[in-house]
């Protein structure tokens, strides 16, 4: 008896390590080294692998074959850290596209401070070898990662074979692009409705981050970049490039894109409407502000290395200095992504504008970090200028012209007769941050038949229709954990405050019901290292008033949006809000005098919003060629498929 109660408890490991290619096989195979991607240890993932976020389901709709899943807790696989990946294996390649969706979902709860989860009890599903084609992408109405395959181009030949078949889901880059793209259309659902030419540019833009920062997770890979271009980065073309391989066998002759080599210039920003270039150009303004931040950080380093001169002598870096270099490589690239990452929350719910993200990464970092004795905050507000980015309207540049505002009089979740307990949320977000105890899963049942109107349309190509054949094959849904602590009534509680306040939040009490559809608990942690609770909250308002066309489901749609931002005791900090004209002015004139001020400068607002919209709408049908043929306006029909199609880019 005392014998067994000798025996120690033998616990199950926090961490899983996942081989992975060096970002695509070309590099594994010149360079002879594999990526150990670590994630957190799921206890029951199942072959696929399937877990409580991400299921793979690989099954091939080109050939029509459903391939073995990889079972990553078989104690042989266990015992060497995964499979090696083979471009050959298709077992290697859905161990690929699981590790790096976990490490980027990873990294953004980290950021946020919150428990991430999909949409219910739903998971994200990631089809590696979906279609035959020269494309990967996110398809929000199958809540999928689809990833295509194919014959390199015969030009390159570079490092690959012409004609030698390419796999998109091998790329490490491309996998965390595209699961990227699905976390932004998780927190913010309607960024896939391409209000302004800066909706699908940010999410291209974000996603283009996320993947370029991913490697700076990777200390080796830093410190080979440090030492090669001896503590220039801005010379390390290949730390900073994007999908190398991918770029190559497509015909482009390099990275798909890069994060540096683009000289400032800020008409360039004004003369492209293209998702993709537009994008680039407000990645190419973040990595110069890293770039100035890691110079000013590694002076030091540099003048004791070199006696006070700062020129370092020819041959190579002392090992010690490029690891001390590596270091602050590392930890600047995880502060500026952490910045661009947290803003998030202090986005608009509907039509983001680069001003408006311009202002959401300020708010967010100054809350945290309010002395930024890093002058990050400078760095990255300067190089958005010269890249000409910035909000519009406001007075200066300093921190405190670029802030949100708060209500325009006091204004409290948990006060007046449609007054919220925020405890039970609180408590309930705060019982997620446990990975150890019974996790349980809130689900946003607030909804009605609109809820997905602002879904992408289902014009994916047709070889990726095919992957529908998968849906039904997969099974049931895995039997998730304990449904959610909160009241049933809790949420239609928030929207009954919501219509209560429409006025004070920026929309009109005549017209339209205001529905919640996103409310969460999030500890971000400050510069102190103690977390900050914010409770976050998204609204919105359909204006079918302002609406062209007969039919409801496919005419181009009006929505006003607000953001709340308020503190654990229910105050609102922050409204962030996205307003549209009211349908009767004269209301004004009934308000109390504050909120009267606040809802005439937001019909101004709305009234300029609506005439932009419309005149974005127009420049869209210009350029569709089916839209003489069609009823349903070409805004509804663009899509991620379309936007990552061979001739736009991935």
């Known amino acids: 008896m005392l014998q067994d109660l000798n025996i120690p408890e033998v616990r199950p490991p926090g961490r899983r390590i996942l081989r992975a290619f060096a970002f695509d096989p070309t590099e594994t195979r ?36 459903w391939y073995q899943p990889v079972d990553l807790d078989d104690p042989l696989l266990l015992a060497q850290d995964g499979l090696r990946p083979s471009e050959s294996d298709p077992r290697s390649h859905q161990q690929v596209v699981y590790a790096v969706a976990m490490s980027v979902i990873e990294r953004f709860q980290r950021f946020t401070g919150r428990r991430f ?57 491309v996998v965390a692009h595209e699961v990227t793209h699905a976390i932004v259309h998780r927190v913010r659902p309607r960024f896939s409705y391409a209000t302004n030419p800066d909706v699908y540019a940010w999410h291209e833009a974000f996603a283009d981050l996320v993947a370029l920062f991913h490697h700076f997770l990777f200390p080796e890979v830093v410190e080979e970049a440090v030492a090669r271009s001896r503590s220039d980065l801005q010379k390390a073309t290949a ?56 110079r000013a950080q590694i002076a030091d380093l540099r003048r004791l290395a070199t006696g006070g001169s700062g020129i370092l002598a020819d041959g190579e870096l ?58 990050l905050r400078g760095h990255l507000v300067e190089a958005l200028r010269q890249r000409g980015i910035f909000p519009p309207g406001v007075s200066s540049l300093a921190d405190e012209a670029l802030l949100w505002h708060p209500p325009v009089q006091p204004l409290s979740l948990c006060a007046g007769e449609h007054a919220i ?50 849906d039904d094959a997969a099974g049931p849904p895995r039997r998730r954990r304990a449904g959610s602590t909160i009241a049933a009534d809790f949420y239609p509680k928030v929207s009954a405050w919501a219509n209560a306040h429409a006025a004070e939040l920026g929309f009109d009490p005549d017209v339209g019901r205001i529905r919640m559809i996103g409310m969460h608990v999030g500890y971000p942690t400050a510069a102190d290292g103690q977390p900050r609770p914010m409770i976050v909250v998204q609204f919105v308002q359909r ?22 931002i308020a503190r ?29 001020k606040f809802a005439d400068a937001q019909h101004a607002a709305g009234r300029r919003r609506y005439d932009a919209m419309r005149e974005w709408f127009g420049l869209v049908e210009d350029d569709d060629a089916l839209a003489v043929w069609l009823d349903e306006p070409a805004v509804n029909r663009l899509s991620f498929a379309s936007l990552h199609s061979p001739t736009a880019g991935a």
């Open 568 to 596: 654990a005791d229910g105050m609102v900090r922050y409204l962030i809000t996205k307003p549209l004209p009211l349908q009767r002015e004269a209301l004004i004139a009934d308000l109390p005098a504050g909120v009267a």
């Open 30 to 65: 010149l360079s002879g080294r594999y990526l150990s991607i670590s994630i957190p240890f799921e206890p029951d993932l199942e072959p696929g692998p399937d877990g409580e976020l991400v299921q793979v389901v690989d099954y091939d709709a080109s050939q029509r074959v």
């Open 318 to 375: 002392s090992p010690d200095l490029v690891r001390r270099v590596t270091r602050e490589a590392v930890s600047n690239a995880d502060r500026i992504l952490g910045m661009v990452v947290r803003a998030f929350d202090y986005l608009p719910v509907v039509d983001v504008t680069f001003g408006d993200v311009v202002r959401a990464v300020i708010t967010a970092d100054r809350d945290l970090f309010p002395d930024d004795a890093m002058r």
């Open 117 to 173: 989860r999909w949409s219910g009890n739903e998971r994200l599903r990631i089809v590696p070898h979906a279609f035959y084609g020269r494309n990967a992408y996110f398809d929000p109405k199958r809540r999928a990662v689809l990833f295509g395959y194919y014959r390199a181009d015969e030009r390159d030949t570079e490092a690959n074979l012409p004609n030698q078949m390419m796999f998109t889901c091998l790329s490490v880059d």
């Open 421 to 470: 307990d925020l405890a039970q949320l609180i408590a309930d977000s705060t019982m997620k941050l446990d990975p150890t105890g019974d996790v349980r899963i809130t689900r946003f049942d607030d909804e009605d038949d609109d809820a997905d109107d602002a879904d992408e349309d289902d014009d994916a190509d047709d070889d990726a229709d095919d992957a529908d054949d998968a």
């Open 543 to 564: 204006r079918e008033d302002l609406e062209e066309g007969d039919n409801r489901q496919t005419r181009a749609q009006m929505i006003a949006g607000t953001t709340l």
């Open 239 to 294: 730390l900073l490039s994007l999908a190398a391989e991918f770029g190559r066998s497509t015909g482009r002759g390099g990275p798909l894109r890069s994060a540096v080599g683009q000289p400032a210039d800020a008409a360039a920003f004004t003369a492209t409407d293209e998702p993709h270039e537009r994008g680039a150009i407000f990645v190419a303004a973040v990595f110069d502000a890293y770039l100035e931040t890691f």
